[in-house]
């Protein structure tokens, strides 16, 4: 299986602060790549995928790039909403895989 | 409104069964591929398995971990998807959520899922 290491795996940040969370696969895996976001008690929200394509519905301070093997998801203006455990997943090879997590505190 | 409703999440001993079931509602679940995946308490997700929707085969798919032990079964008629899962562990103990893709334009796309039940949970012990 295809092993997804994000870091940090955790980070303190402020509102406003500019925030990058780096995704690298153990193998490429294209633009196969997806961002979640998960709060305490609640079910994870797609926030990118594809690499880059933002879901709808979801504000455009978050941003996502990289291809192969490093990604990375960026919130260019941290909210005060945005504070929560951030996923990448690969969808590349089977079966898909998820990153540890990064918790933004 | 687009919606997934998990049930069947209980207290089970080791060694026991239990069937999950994720209820849908707000798109045509016959159209549509479904996955389950995992939440161990404290602990990051893990993808388990899905299931194609039937004009695309309508097989099931399992991570290696759970493959034997987990069987992924559908009923489109009462736009349902089951989790059944045997030899409960202890390690199974988790979060439970069915989550899909509605539409999807290639098939790796559906594996970037956008709707998401709020989960069942399932402790194994005894």
């Known amino acids: 299986d295809i092993q997804l290491t994000q870091s940090p795996s955790s980070v303190s940040a402020s509102v406003g602060d500019r925030v990058t969370i780096t995704c690298r696969a153990s193998q490429g895996v294209g633009r196969w790549l997806a961002w979640y976001q998960q709060k305490p008690g609640k079910a994870p929200k797609l926030l990118i995928y594809?690499?880059?394509s933002l879901q709808t519905g979801v504000p455009s301070r978050f941003s996502g790039s990289g291809s192969g093997t490093d990604f990375t998801l960026t919130i260019s203006s941290l909210q005060p909403e945005d504070f929560a455990t951030y996923y990448c997943?690969?969808?590349?090879?089977?079966?898909?895989?998820f990153g540890q997590g990064t918790k933004l505190e | 409104e687009v919606q997934l409703v998990e049930s069947g999440g209980g207290l089970v001993e080791p060694g026991g069964s239990l069937r999950l079931s994720c209820a849908a509602s707000?798109?045509?679940?016959?159209?549509?591929?479904m996955t389950w995946v995992r939440q161990t308490p404290g602990k990051g997700l893990e993808w388990l398995g899905r299931i194609k929707k039937k004009i695309d085969g309508g097989t099931a798919d399992y991570a290696a971990p759970v493959k034997g032990r987990f069987t992924i079964s559908r009923d489109d008629s009462k736009n349902t998807l089951y989790l059944q899962i045997n030899s409960l562990k202890t390690e199974d103990t988790a979060v439970y959520y069915c989550?899909?893709?509605?539409?999807?334009?290639?098939?790796?796309?559906?594996?970037?899922?956008?709707?998401w039940g709020k989960g069942t949970t399932v402790t194994v012990s005894s």
């Open positions: 594809a690499a880059s």
């Open positions: 707000g798109f045509t679940f016959s159209n549509a591929w």
């Open positions: 989550t899909t893709r509605p539409i999807a334009v290639a098939p790796n796309y559906y594996y970037f899922t956008d709707v």
């Open positions: 997943q690969q969808a590349n090879i089977f079966p898909p895989t």
